[in-house]
């Protein structure tokens, strides 16, 4: 799942960051993950993000885009990150 700004899907960079996608919901529970349902973004069956497993994919390797969330579960995905963070820097 692509969780970068347009602005830098749009310019000349040739990556992307992305948070990794999972049909294992046993992951929902994890802190910080974010429960997709069936639908949503167009996914076949409910599926997890995990925040915690970030990455930075060539754009080459991407496929097509399959579909968008609502702004509620963006929001949600980003302060999963936030506390992703947080976590790490207050150590």
Do not use: W, Y
């Amino acid at each position: 799942m692509v969780v970068q700004d347009d602005v830098f899907n749009h310019s000349r960079i040739t990556t992307v960051v992305v948070c990794a996608l999972t049909s294992n919901l046993h992951r929902a529970t994890e802190p910080g993950n974010v429960l997709l349902e069936v639908g949503e973004g167009n996914l076949p069956k409910q599926s997890v993000v995990v925040v915690s497993q970030i990455s930075s994919v060539d754009k080459a390797r991407l496929g097509e885009r399959i579909g968008s969330l609502s702004s509620t579960r963006v929001d949600q995905i980003l302060a999963g990150l936030r506390f992703q963070q947080v976590s790490f820097f207050n150590r």
